[in-house]
């Protein structure tokens, strides 16, 4: 079946340091990827996407781009601000058939201190 | 557009009741789904729904009942509540027929005593 593997955390970063979360997954058949952030008390939102192999999905100095020959989808930032304290999801997608499920990985808890 | 709204916010119930979490979109949105979220679990799929009329079984369905007579509503039954629903509950909606870019509503943090 499909999965998604992210890093475990909590990560914990000092502001404007350099933010990497791993994220890999198996599916049979070829996928659409993305990153949605979930903020304290609130539902989850989109933060990228990647659509095909080499794409590169970015939003708010957020950076992923889809590695086909790695299965990987790494998420990026150069310099956090304690503004992007939140969860950060890895989700994948496979279209067609009778599969109309997002599969999320775990989470990734990252805390930014000023 | 209100998005995904969801009521109520809150709620306890003891073991045994029955309750149903709302669950509205005004975007015209195909497809609506149920997620539960638990600590170290991530996100676990519950029902879904491709369109009005049409309803399916995620990867916890048991001991919830989901229906959708319109396009715009999409509620959650509870059927008899135990401990193990204590969680939080999100609904969520996306324009295609399947779930590629959700939109989620603010959750409905349900505690079973």
């Known amino acids: 079946g499909n999965s998604v593997t992210q890093m475990e955390g909590p990560v914990t970063l000092s502001e404007e340091a350099f933010l990497t979360i791993n994220c890999t997954y198996t599916?049979?058949?070829?996928?659409?990827l993305f990153w949605y952030v979930q903020y304290p008390g609130e539902g989850l939102q989109l933060l990228l996407k990647?659509?095909?192999?080499?794409d590169k999905g970015s939003n708010k100095g957020f950076e992923a781009t889809y590695r086909k020959e790695t299965t990987s989808f790494h998420l990026e930032k150069g310099s956090v601000q304690v503004s992007d304290s939140a969860v950060y999801f890895c989700?994948?997608?496979?279209?067609?058939?009778?599969?109309?499920?997002?599969?999320f990985g775990k989470g990734t808890l990252l805390t930014v201190n000023p | 557009n209100a998005g995904v709204t969801q009521t109520p916010k809150f709620q306890v119930l003891k073991t045994g009741q029955s309750m149903t979490l709302q669950c509205a979109q005004d975007?015209?949105?195909?497809?609506m789904s149920w997620y539960r979220q638990d600590p170290g679990m991530g996100l676990r799929l519950i029902h879904y729904?491709?369109?009005?009329?049409?309803?399916d079984q995620g990867e916890v369905p048991n001991g919830y009942n989901v229906s959708r007579s319109t396009t715009e509503d999409f509620p959650l039954r509870l059927l008899s509540a135990a401990p193990s629903q204590t969680s939080v509950y999100f609904c969520?909606?996306?324009?295609?027929?399947?779930?590629?870019?959700?939109?989620f509503g603010p959750g409905t943090r349900l505690t079973v005593t």
């Open positions: 989700a994948l997608y496979i279209s067609g058939g009778s599969n109309y499920k997002l599969t």
């Open positions: 990647a659509t095909k192999a080499d």
């Open positions: 729904s491709v369109g009005a009329g049409i309803t």
């Open positions: 975007m015209n949105h195909e497809y």
């Open positions: 599916a049979t058949g070829y996928p659409s």
């Open positions: 969520a909606s996306s324009y295609n027929r399947g779930p590629r870019e959700q939109y």
